[in-house]
Structures are given as structure tokens and as C-alpha cells.
Nanobody
Framework: VQLQASGGGLVQPGGSLRLSCAAS????????LGWYRQAPGTERELVGTITSGSNTNYVDSVKGRFTIARDNAKKMVYLQMNNLKPEDTAVYYC?????????????WGQGTQVTVSS
């Protein structure tokens, strides 16, 4: 499995961005997907996840502003970010987690930079 994230950029506070992550390989539709972020000098943190059944969960700091969606036919996962704040500035990574009945396999995209600044 390979993941390719895109859509980052520079946006003003209050603005919006949509990140995309394209996956290759099999087992996409029955895998969990997530978005993480890492700001300079900090550890990578979870932003939110979406299950194979499209149930979503978000960290408190982005609830009501960010939305994760998936398109199994296109093997894509999206992160819609609204009302962006300077503290959302980070490199954003997509993640795929697959359980084969025996073990977890975890895959990461390469990251896309999001900068929120006026």
C-alpha cells in the first residue's frame, strides 16, 4: 500500500483547505483511515479517523471544523478543514490501518504542509 497526500498550502485564518490522500494497493475499503499532524518541535498527533464503516472520530481541537470522508471506489480519503487557525499549522499525514485477522499493518503518506497565517 502506498499513500500520497496533497492539497496543503498557505491559507489565512478563518479560511478552508481540503486535503486529499490517494491510496494504491488492495484492502482499502476494509481498512481504517486517519489524518495526523505534526507541528515543528512537537510529536505527531491524531487529528481524526474514519472506520471502514465511515464512522468518524476527531480530536477535540478540530471538532466542528474538520471533516473526514472516504471514497472507497476511488481509494481516496479527504480532510476538509474549515475555520482554520494558526495553531492548525503543521505537516499533515494520512494513515491506513489494516487488520488481517492476525496483525495490524500500518501505512503512512509522505505529508503535506498546511500553514495558517495572515
Amino acid at each position: 500500500v502506498q499513500l500520497q497526500a496533497s492539497g496543503g498550502g498557505l491559507v489565512q485564518p478563518g479560511g478552508s483547505l481540503r486535503l486529499s490522500c490517494a491510496a494504491s494497493g488492495s484492502d482499502f475499503s476494509n481498512s481504517g483511515l486517519g489524518w495526523y499532524r505534526q507541528a515543528p518541535g512537537t510529536e505527531r498527533e491524531l487529528v481524526g479517523t474514519i472506520t471502514s464503516g465511515s464512522n468518524t472520530n476527531y480530536v477535540d481541537s478540530v471538532k466542528g471544523r474538520f471533516t473526514i470522508a472516504r471514497d472507497n471506489a476511488k481509494k481516496m480519503v479527504y480532510l476538509q478543514m474549515n475555520n482554520l487557525k494558526p495553531e492548525d499549522t503543521a505537516v499533515y499525514y494520512c494513515n491506513l490501518a489494516h487488520w488481517d485477522g492476525t496483525r495490524w499493518s500500518i501505512y503512512w503518506g509522505q505529508g503535506t504542509q498546511v500553514t495558517v497565517s495572515s
